[in-house]
């Protein structure tokens, strides 16, 4: 059961990380057909082409609801499927898989999934206070009746740093913790985003002492350890065999996929260090007939240094408690001997909301295309891929490969 690895993804496109204070602002559907376009480019199809459509819902400028429909009405085509797709920071993920499957299924050919993360404009009846002030909270939801609101925030568990510092101090007391070996993670990725021309802090090197004395956070958590958020978005075309093989790139095919959550708040996690990515994992490699050793790059969602840790455990990339050991003993630059988000990460790169996600699927379709210029690895015919939503509550893999 599973994907054939017939669906492929042929054209990417991300707009460069920006600070949200300097960054053009966009209407939401610009920023879709701008995206759009570009990835279409990128694949040398047409609109025409599309008639698939994977798109987020939630904090859609113009619209709360109907959003497929409008997005596209308003690049003027006509799709067979459509889906919205609300998972955080594996949004992107989860896009990719559902138009593979689609693609199988035979509903439709070829599907934009795009996600854009620039502001819009603010009209007059818009409050940009409402918007400060449920960034304090982070994912939690503080609507009346949210278990969240009862049983989370009440106790100062408040937006994402919080769950992160929980889950990495629980990791910490059952298996110990090398502050060294966590901020050799943010180390390592951002000397890979020194050959990104778009990375947010290209031309900022960074070391271990760096990360150790910058503020800390969240207990065990420094700043260096924690995501940039910036302004961004991403679009990818995921597009059948028949499409592929008349695009004009190298496709990138989807031969295995996985997701699992089960709870939103680490509160309700049976145990914090086994995450969902785990079995997410184990179902991608499954489908694709691969293992873990059989990669030649890694591109993992992180969010936090901690979120890359378990996330290579979990995934079967070393055993369970030796995650410490495994960073420190391997380079993990895009030079290195396992290149692991060799566009720096959303750590080095940006993370650009729930477009974040795309950033490590876009890395790893340009590494199997050949289209990562400086950081291009040598031999790049199959990638991991992970996306991770909420607090290390909803997680999903992918394993793309060449033809």
Same mark, same amino acid.
């Given at each position: 059961?599973? /994907?054939?690895?017939?669906?492929?993804?042929?054209?990417?496109?991300?707009?460069?990380?920006?600070?949200?204070?300097?960054?053009?602002?966009?209407?939401? /559907?610009?920023?879709?057909?701008?995206?759009?376009?570009?990835?279409?480019?990128?694949?040398?199809?047409?609109?025409?082409?599309?008639?698939?459509?994977?798109?987020?819902?939630?904090?859609?400028?113009?619209?709360?609801?109907?959003?497929?429909?409008?997005?596209?009405?308003?690049?003027? $085509?006509?799709?067979?499927?459509?889906?919205?797709?609300?998972?955080?920071?594996?949004?992107?993920?989860?896009?990719?898989?559902?138009?593979?499957?689609?693609?199988?299924?035979? $509903?439709?050919?070829?599907?934009?999934?795009?996600?854009?993360?620039?502001?819009?404009?603010?009209?007059?009846?818009?409050?940009?206070?409402?918007?400060?002030?449920?960034?304090?909270?982070?994912?939690?939801?503080?609507? !009346?009746?949210?278990? *969240?609101?009862?049983?989370? /925030?009440?106790?100062?568990?408040?937006?994402?740093?919080?769950?992160?510092?929980?889950?990495?101090?629980?990791?910490?007391?059952?298996?110990?913790?090398?502050?060294?070996?966590?901020?050799?993670?943010?180390?390592?990725?951002?000397?890979?985003?020194?050959?990104?021309?778009?990375?947010?802090?290209?031309?900022?090197?960074?070391? $271990?002492?760096?990360?150790?004395?910058?503020?800390?956070?969240?207990?065990? /958590?420094?700043?260096? *350890?924690?995501?940039?958020?910036?302004?961004?978005?991403?679009?990818?075309?995921?597009?059948?065999?028949?499409?592929?093989?008349?695009?004009?790139?190298?496709?990138?095919?989807?031969?295995?996929?996985?997701?699992?959550?089960? !709870?939103?708040?680490?509160?309700?996690?049976?145990?914090?260090?086994?995450?969902?990515?785990?079995?997410?994992?184990?179902?991608?490699?499954?489908?694709?007939?691969?293992?873990?050793?059989?990669?030649?790059?890694?591109?993992?969602?992180?969010?936090?240094? $901690?979120?890359?840790?378990?996330?290579?455990?979990?995934?079967?990339?070393?055993?369970?408690?030796?995650?410490?050991?495994?960073?420190?003993?391997?380079?993990?630059?895009?030079?290195?001997?396992?290149?692991?988000?060799?566009?720096?990460?959303?750590?080095?790169?940006?993370?650009?909301?729930?477009?974040?996600?795309?950033?490590?699927?876009?890395?790893? !379709?340009?590494?199997?295309?050949?289209?990562?210029?400086?950081?291009?690895?040598?031999?790049?015919?199959?990638?991991?891929?992970?996306?991770?939503?909420?607090?290390?509550?909803?997680?999903?893999?992918?394993?793309?490969?060449?033809?």
């Amino acid at each position: 059961m599973g /994907l054939k690895g017939t669906a492929a993804i042929v054209g990417a496109a991300q707009y460069k990380p920006e600070k949200y204070a300097t960054a053009p602002q966009m209407f939401h /559907l610009e920023q879709v057909a701008d995206l759009a376009a570009q990835a279409l480019a990128d694949a040398g199809l047409k609109a025409s082409d599309i008639d698939g459509l994977c798109i987020n819902g939630p904090h859609f400028h113009e619209a709360s609801s109907f959003v497929p429909a409008m997005a596209a009405e308003y690049l003027g $085509i006509a799709v067979n499927f459509a889906e919205v797709v609300d998972l955080g920071g594996t949004t992107a993920v989860g896009m990719i898989w559902r138009a593979a499957a689609a693609i199988e299924l035979g $509903i439709c050919q070829a599907v934009l999934c795009v996600i854009p993360q620039r502001m819009a404009p603010f009209g007059p009846d818009d409050d940009p206070s409402a918007m400060a002030r449920a960034m304090r909270f982070g994912g939690h939801s503080t609507q !009346y009746g949210a278990p *969240e609101a009862e049983f989370d /925030l009440p106790y100062g568990h408040m937006g994402q740093n919080t769950g992160y510092a929980m889950i990495a101090q629980r990791y910490a007391a059952q298996y110990g913790y090398d502050q060294r070996a966590m901020a050799k993670i943010a180390v390592d990725q951002r000397m890979s985003a020194q050959a990104h021309p778009d990375a947010i802090f290209r031309g900022q090197p960074l070391t $271990i002492e760096d990360v150790l004395n910058s503020k800390m956070v969240a207990d065990p /958590l420094h700043i260096l *350890e924690i995501v940039m958020p910036v302004a961004g978005g991403a679009a990818v075309i995921v597009a059948s065999k028949e499409v592929a093989l008349r695009s004009k790139g190298r496709p990138a095919y989807i031969t295995g996929f996985g997701e699992r959550l089960g !709870y939103k708040s680490p509160s309700y996690s049976p145990d914090m260090t086994e995450t969902p990515v785990g079995p997410a994992a184990r179902s991608a490699f499954a489908m694709a007939g691969m293992r873990p050793s059989d990669m030649h790059a890694a591109q993992i969602y992180d969010c936090y240094t $901690i979120t890359v840790l378990l996330s290579l455990e979990d995934a079967g990339f070393c055993p369970k408690g030796e995650g410490m050991r495994f960073v420190l003993e391997n380079d993990l630059t895009y030079k290195g001997n396992f290149p692991m988000n060799t566009h720096g990460g959303q750590l080095s790169f940006g993370q650009a909301g729930s477009a974040g996600g795309f950033s490590q699927v876009v890395e790893a !379709y340009q590494q199997i295309a050949g289209k990562a210029e400086e950081r291009q690895l040598k031999v790049c015919d199959q990638v991991f891929v992970s996306g991770t939503g909420g607090v290390m509550s909803e997680q999903g893999a992918l394993i793309l490969q060449g033809a």
